[in-house]
Every structure is written in C-alpha cells, then in structure tokens.
C-alpha cells in the first residue's frame, strides 16, 4: 500500500466522523480522485452530501497555504473553537501534507491527516510536515471554550512572532515527523547528480546551510536564520551556531513565561518531594543563637594546641592544592564539547580530527562545527544500506545503523567517523529489556517473613496442583513437542525455588523470577489459578522489598521509546496492515502505562503483557496472535516496523552461512527483544546427532556476530545480547617492545620528565579510553596477590588446550546448573581437535583451577563459558587469568575480548569489572571490523611462572 493511499484511507475515517451521514468508501473515493488533497471544494461537496446543516455548524475550517497554518477568520498562528466541534484542515493550491502532529491539553500527542475533534476544553497545539518532508513554517495554538467555564482569553502580541509563540511545547512532535520525514526521503533513490538531502545544486552554500540549520532549530524563523549567516559572511563557525542557540533558548523563556503552569502527576510530586523537599526545609528553617558557656584556662590551652594542628593541617592543604595546579597545567587541553545547549555537536579539531557523540536518535540532528571558521565545507554520509546523502553542516538519517560521516574543509579532508542511528523501535525493544533486568534483578537481599511465605506457597501450589496438571497434559504437550522441554523448565523451576528458600540471596531469587517466566511464557496452556495466584502474590511480595526506583526509572524509559515507536509506526503506516494487531496492542500499552505513571503505581501484570508470548507467532500464521516479527519479505527486504521477540532462524540458512544470516543479524540487531532466538522452528534444533554440520552452524553463528548457549535438552539458542561485555585490546604489549622502548630512550639520554605527555603513545591511549576505575582497581589487586601470595604447591602457570576432558569433568563439577551439556560436549571435543575451540588454562603446580572455554572469530575472542575453583579463591584465579589472558592475546594480534552478554545478576557481575558493557548496535560495530583479520595462538605451556609482567595491566 503506498503511502498516500494509507493516508486517504485513514483520512477518509477522520472525515466520516465529521460527515456521519456520507458514507467511508465515497469519501475515500473523493480523496482518491485528488491524490489525497482537501481543498474547500471538495470540502463543500461533502458537507452537500451530507445534507445537514448542523453538522456544517460544527465544523471549524483551516487552511495550509504553501507552508503557513491559519484558521479562517483568525489570525495567523491562533484561534478559538467551540468545545465539541470538528477542526478540518485544507489546503491551497497543489500544497500536500504528509502528516500532522497535535498536542492536547492533557499533554499527550496524536497524529491525524484532515480533521480532530476539540472534545476537551484547554489549548491544543498543530504541527505538520509537508509532504516534500518539510515543515510548517508556524504552529498553531487552538484554544477550545467551554461555555460552563470560560477560558481565560490568550495575550499575544500583534507585533511579535506569531509563528513562533507556541512551538516549544510542541518541539517533540516537530522532530519526530521531521524524523519521518527525513527516513522517507533516505528511502528514495540516490539521484543521479549524486545529491541526497540536497537535490536542488543550484541553492547556494548559505542557503543550503539555512535549510539545514533550520532543522536544528525549529523555533526560529528561516528568515532569521539566514540573516544571521549573511550577518556572518556564510562563514561556517560555533559562533553562528552559539548565536542562533542563544536566540532560541530567549524565545523559549519567553514562551515558558507565557504558558500556564500544568499540573504535576502523582509520580513527579513524590520525586519532587524525595529531591527537593529537605532541601526546602534547610533553607527555610530559622538558625537559633546558643549561649556559650565560659571556658578554663586549660580549655584555653588545649584550644591553642588544637589551633596549631589545624595551622599544620591548612598549610598540607595548600600544598597539596599547589600540586593540583601544577598537574592541571602540564595536562593537556580538553577535548572539544559534544554537544552545545544539549544539542549534539561534531567537531572538526585539529589534525582535522572529528570528535563527537558514539550515537544519535533517528530524531536527532547533528551539528557538525569547525573549531575555526571555515567557508567552504561539505559533508558527505554513507548508510548501512549503501545510500550516499550530502550536506553542509548537518546529519540526520532515520535509517538504523552504522553510518560513515566525511568532512571536507576548505579542500581538506577529516578522517572518516563512524556513528550509530538508534530508531524508536531499537529504543523500544532495549528499554524493555532494561525493564525486566530491573525486575529480576532489583531485589536486594532484605529476606522477610512475607517473602518466606509467599515463596513457600508457591512451592506448595507447584506440588499439589501443577504437577498433576502437567502429568494430565502429557499427551497434549508431546503432540506439541513441548512434553521434554516443559519437564525440563518444571525442574529448573523447583530447584531455583529450593536455592531461594536455602540460600537466601539475590542470585536465587532472580534466578527464580526469571524461571517463573520462562516456564509460562513457554506453554500455551489454562495453568492451574492457584499457580497463577501464587504466582502473582510471590511478584508482589518480591516487588515490595526490592528497590523499586530502579524498576519505575526503567518504566518511565519504556513509557518514552513506546511513544515514540507508536508515532513512527503511525508515520510509516504504509508498512502496517490496516487494523494491525500490533499496533493495538502499542496504543493499549501506552494509555495503560500513561494512567500507571500519573497515578505513581506499578501494575506488575503489564510486565506479562508487554512481551509477545513464542506461540502467538504460531496462531499468527493462521491469521491471529500478535504478528511478532519474524523476517524480511518475499523480496529479501527488511521490515523494522515492529519488534522481534523468541524469532526462529532457518536451519538451511544457519548451516550455510553467507548472506542470508547477515540480512537476520542486520534486522534483528534493531528489533530483537530478549536476547534469544530459535534455530529450525519454535521446536527448536537439537545439536549432537549429525556433528559435521553442529561445528558449521555454531562457526557460521559466530562469524555473524551471534553468541550461543544450549537448553538441558541440547537444543541450541543463538544469542544477540542487549547489552555485551566486551574489552577492546590494546595493540602488541609486550614486555619486551615496552623494555626496548626503555632502553632506547635511556640510551640517547632522553628523561622523560614526570605527568608530562612527552612519551604518551597508543597504549596511553587505550588506557584513557578502555581502563576504567574498577578494573585498574583490581589489577592492582591482583598485582599484590602475585607478588605476596605463598605457592606451596608449585608454581602458576597458563597453558593452552593441554585437558579437554579435565576441563569439562571441572566445569560440570563447578557449574552444577551449566549450560553445557553432553551433546554440546561431543560436538566441542571435535572442534577442539579440530583447532576450532580455545581453552586457556590456569594450573596450581599440577592442578587445574580455572579455564576459559572461547573460540577465535578472526582477531575477537569469544568466551563461551569460564570457571574457577573456589577453594583457591585466595590467588583470585578468575581475574588472574582474565589479565593474563588478555595481555597474551594482545600480543598475539587480537582485538577485542568477548565475554558475551550481560544483565544485573551478581554472577555477572564479573564481567563489570574486567570489560566495557556495549549496546548490541556498538558491540556489531566494533566486531565488524575485526572478525575477517587473523591472529594465531599456539598451544603447550605459554607461562611457566605468573609474575606481574605477565599482566595486561602492571
């Protein structure tokens, strides 16, 4: 369906409910027959064929003429309406919208073609984008009487910017359709003069940088704007761009002045009380004048010696502070700001080097500025996709991904810079996977009596009903292929809550949360109401003693993306299927966790709502369910619309590799919510029985960019982790390079002076950009282990794949819940010999007592599963041989250190400390560009005695 068809038929519904009495289809029909423009004539022919005068009455006019906003009889930019009419909106001449934004009175926002019903006293704001993807020039301020209460009559100064007085409140709504705008226009073909953004060559450089400007400031008149460029010559600096910023945030004080207070919701009056209210107290409340008692002659004396130290004490601290200062000067300059005003902001440095931010919105425009004035300055941005689009002084896209951004300064090129467009359906997908880490792992240890009880009710309901349920199901559930997996799930389920009853902590209880969803999000089945019950009073319970902050935070972001998502979904309607269940169910849960945050509450039933259960997908192929999404179409293209949850890879397309998992990887490193996907079918895929083509699938997985686990039952679950640990590598650090480099320096008399960045170099560097607090923290800590711990039983030493069997019988006998079963053993223990598996290994004189199971994937390193011996806890063997592991690898030519994904769990919270958490999109970025390279490894003893040289950090 094309997009204007998708607009006349949405319009057609608007208007029918403004003409009752005409018929859709002949409305439709009208608009079709104009290409979808409503003029006044046609305007006219529908109140005739209504035939009812009353309805004309109700019905208030506005016109768009060429990009102005106005309603007739009113003056531009404002106007009044009775409460319950009808406001139309038609145009002049071939003008077209491509769609309108409104903001009602209650805050929230809505998109409508032709018409919206004033059903509520208050000020509505209306905003739109034509369909040549630009913007209106003003917005317009509708104020709706209602005749019980009159409204206070709006002030507005003739003489002043009528186009600019309301558009503040409404600059959320401008960038998102401007957003829309920008993704249908990168749709469209390259033309052939080369010219994306701009395909009208003949517009000079300050008119083009005008048009641009324009997008980032939209609460400025473009007359304005270019005025200020002429001003400057059409010289290109962050003067212009600081000036037109501090126009802008004048007129929005002034706007702010202007508008009503609104009122505040239940959740931002208790955070309000939480941040400021002690605050207030502070200042207000009254200082009371204590008398003081008189002193001794010894309290005197003692006073006097006090006063010496505290002399000493001064003095260290004037020292110390000279020091500082001293240290501040020999630092360098900081860098240049990524953002101005909060608007983000690429700058162009010197050595023509580009400094900004890793990653935008799809909403976002960015401003790329010279540190010095520049007259002549183009911009060139490649897509994902292939798509060339140049510039002047902006960026913007709204297609997903990785983008490259070229800059050309007075002739001079800047190196190429990388960044990352995040759409809303990304956003969407990654603030629910926030939402439910938060609401596993939020839990803080505080053990209650309830929580007892209610998780001891739980393990009876699970006894007494839902075995029994299960065993009655049996047949059904085989018939379904779910009988082993649902046992499987019905065991993992009592031992977590056997842990949480023991153990008391915060890894059983997450562990137990997350089993309960597993095991029902699994089965389609009626389970048993005292389950469910026991269910739902467990989640309570759990919900009242954990930090619920955490969750509400994570709420307000999902609540956000949402919105978000179900405006560019609106926008881009022509990629949905009228009356698409996906979108009713977005617009359910954006009333229904609006209502929940005004009301300061949390509805933990809406967390088993959110996510699309895997059978639904099932009955969606029937023509039911949720339509999750589950692939491109017919053509091989990729629809992003909608989020992915539990999809199935083909089994063919995995065991083959190439291409087809590339376009998979691609599209659901934008949609994927959950981390997991499927293998064959929603049956899954079962690794040990034909281990030829196991080793290829799980290369061919890794080679794509995914990680892997396997089920008890050994099926395999491909993984696209929201959030992955990853430590990018330093080049080549080896003692003896850093010793040469030394023994150089000494030898023609160089003194490097110390904190001076003489000899500062590419392991510098890393370390600013890479070594954060916590893992230098325990590097030092691991240093002094290996210098000061006594080694009775012989040395420490790291070896390379000398004990395949020793190493899995240590694993199984560490990781009693380890994901690694036999037929997963089987298939590794060929790949081992076959050089395709990696084990670093940690040895205590004779005895194991840690090992890294990975793989290599050109120059990243992919730990698949580690462990450690707790019994010698004491050497701290898991970050010992992290550091080690590392500083060899480094030396061996790797990139990056891949330690899979990660979440809130304390058993992850390893990985925190020794690596970087990356967001799905960065974690692709970086692994891109490194997984074709080589690096080798030789097996045998590497190390024969750890010392701290052996460190990746000393």
């Given amino acids: 369906m094309s997009a204007a068809g998708s607009r006349t038929e949405d319009g057609a519904a608007e208007l029918s409910k403004v003409f009752p009495l005409v018929e859709v289809e002949v409305i439709e029909g009208l608009l079709e027959s104009v290409e979808g423009i409503l003029s006044e004539e046609l305007l006219g022919e529908f109140a005739e064929l209504s035939g009812d005068d009353s309805v004309q009455a109700n019905v208030k006019v506005a016109c768009i003429d060429g990009r102005t906003l106005s309603i007739k009889n009113c003056k531009p930019g404002f106007g009044s309406v009775p409460l319950g009419s009808f406001v139309v909106f038609t145009c002049k001449g071939d003008t077209e919208t491509r769609c309108m934004a409104l903001t009602r009175p209650d805050s929230t926002q809505q998109f409508f073609h032709y018409a919206f019903k004033a059903d509520a006293p208050g000020r509505y704001l209306v905003q739109g984008i034509l369909a040549d993807g630009k913007r209106l020039t003003n917005g317009l301020s509708v104020s709706v009487e209602d005749p019980n209460a009159l409204l206070k009559p709006i002030q507005l ?454 996510r699309p259960k895997p059978f639904e997908r099932m009955f969606s192929m029937f023509g039911g369910g949720s339509g999750s999404q589950a692939g491109g179409d017919a053509k091989g293209a990729l629809k992003t619309t909608k989020i992915s949850y539990l999809p199935s890879l083909e089994l063919e397309e995995v065991a083959a590799g190439g291409q087809a998992l590339e376009h998979k990887v691609s599209l659901y490193n934008e949609t994927l919510l959950g981390d997991a996907l499927m293998v064959g079918s929603l049956l899954g895929y079962e690794v040990g029985f034909d281990i030829e083509r196991d080793r290829k699938m799980i290369q061919n997985l890794l080679m794509a960019g995914f990680g892997y686990l396997t089920s008890k039952g050994g099926k395999i679950i491909p993984t696209l982790n929201s959030v992955r640990a990853v430590l990018p590598l330093p080049e080549r650090i080896s003692s003896s390079s850093s010793s040469s480099t030394a023994t150089e320096a000494k030898d023609s008399g160089q003194k490097r002076k110390k904190g001076s960045g003489a000899a500062a170099g590419p392991l510098d560097a890393w370390k600013c950009k890479y070594v954060h607090r916590k893992l230098k923290k325990r590097a030092k800590d691991v240093a002094r282990v290996v210098r000061n711990q006594p080694r009775h039983k012989g040395k420490l030493s790291v070896r390379l794949n000398t004990d395949f069997k020793q190493t899995m019988s240590l694993l199984k006998s560490h990781h009693k819940d380890s994901w690694v079963g036999e037929k997963l053993q089987r298939v590794w223990e060929i790949m081992w010999e076959q050089k395709e598996m990696v084990v670093f290994e940690l040895w205590y004189g004779e005895e194991m007592i840690a090992a890294d199971i990975a793989h290599c994937v050109g120059r990243s390193f992919y730990v698949a599963t580690r462990f450690f011996a707790k019994e010698h806890r004491k050497f701290q063997p898991g970050f010992l041989l992290a550091l080690v592991e590392t500083k060899v690898l480094a030396d061996a030519g790797f990139a990056l250190w891949d330690l899979g994904g990660t979440d809130s769990s304390p058993m992850m919270s390893y990985k925190e400390v020794v690596a970087h958490e990356m967001s799905r999109p960065e974690f692709l970025e970086h692994f891109r560009r490194v997984r074709l390279g080589e690096a080798k490894l030789k097996s045998g003893t590497l190390i024969e005695d750890v010392t701290v040289d052996h460190l990746l950090l000393t």
């Fill in 157 to 610: 100064d003739p003489d002043a910017k009528s186009t600019t007085i309301e558009k503040e409140t409404n600059e959320a709504a401008v960038r998102m359709l401007l957003a829309a705008a920008t993704l249908a226009s990168s749709q469209q073909p390259r033309s052939t003069n080369g010219v994306g953004s701009h395909a009208d060559s003949k517009k000079s450089q300050a008119e083009r940088m005008a048009d641009e400007l324009d997008s980032v400031f939209p609460l400025l008149e473009t007359k304005f704007i270019s005025a200020v460029i002429e001003s400057e010559e059409a010289v290109l600096s962050r003067a212009l761009f600081e000036r037109l910023h501090d126009q802008e945030e004048k007129l929005k004080q002034e706007q702010l002045q202007q508008q009503p207070k609104r009122p505040q919701s239940a959740w931002f009056k208790q955070e309000e009380q939480k941040t400021g209210g002690s605050a207030k107290a502070e200042t207000s409340s009254t200082v009371q004048v204590q008398p003081q008692p008189q002193t001794t002659a010894k309290e005197v004396a003692g006073n006097d010696d006090k006063s010496n130290e505290d002399d000493k004490v001064e003095s260290s601290k004037k020292k110390k502070a000279k020091k500082k200062k001293k240290k501040k000067k020999q630092q360098p300059s900081p860098a240049p700001a990524v953002s101005i005003g909060g608007r983000p902001v690429l700058t162009i440095g010197k050595n023509m080097k580009l400094e900004g931010p890793n990653t935008i919105t799809s909403e976002t425009v960015l401003s790329i500025l010279p540190l010095r004035p520049v007259k002549n300055m183009s911009v060139e941005a490649v897509s994902p996709s292939g798509r060339v689009r140049e510039s002047v002084c902006t960026f913007s896209s709204g297609e997903f991904g990785t983008h490259v951004i070229r800059v050309t300064c007075d002739s001079k090129k800047a190196d190429d810079y990388r960044i990352i467009v995040l759409t809303p359906v990304y956003r969407y997908a990654a603030s629910l996977d926030r939402l439910y880490d938060q609401l596993f792992w939020s839990w803080e240890g505080n053990w209650h009596a309830e929580l007892e009880s209610t998780t001891v009710t739980l393990v009876l309901a699970v006894e007494d009903n839902l075995k029994k349920f299960i065993e009655g199901m049996e047949s059904m559930l085989k018939a379904f292929g779910q009988g082993t997996d649902t046992a499987q799930l019905l065991t993992t389920l009592q031992e977590n809550m056997g842990n949480a009853l023991q153990d008391h902590d915060e890894t059983a209880l997450g562990r137990l949360h997350q089993a309960i969803y597993q095991f029902l999000e699994v089965g389609m089945m009626p389970w048993p109401a005292s389950f469910k019950d026991a269910v739902a009073n467990f989640e309570q319970v759990k919900f009242k003693y954990s930090n619920q902050d955490k969750v509400k935070d994570a709420l307000v972001l999902v609540h956000s993306a949402l919105r978000a998502h179900v405006a560019q979904a609106k926008v881009e309607r022509k990629a949905l299927a009228p009356n698409d269940a996906y979108m009713q169910r977005l617009d359910k849960f954006e009333q229904r966790m609006g209502a929940m945050l005004a009301k300061g509450q949390v509805d933990l039933s809406l967390m088993w709502e959110l």
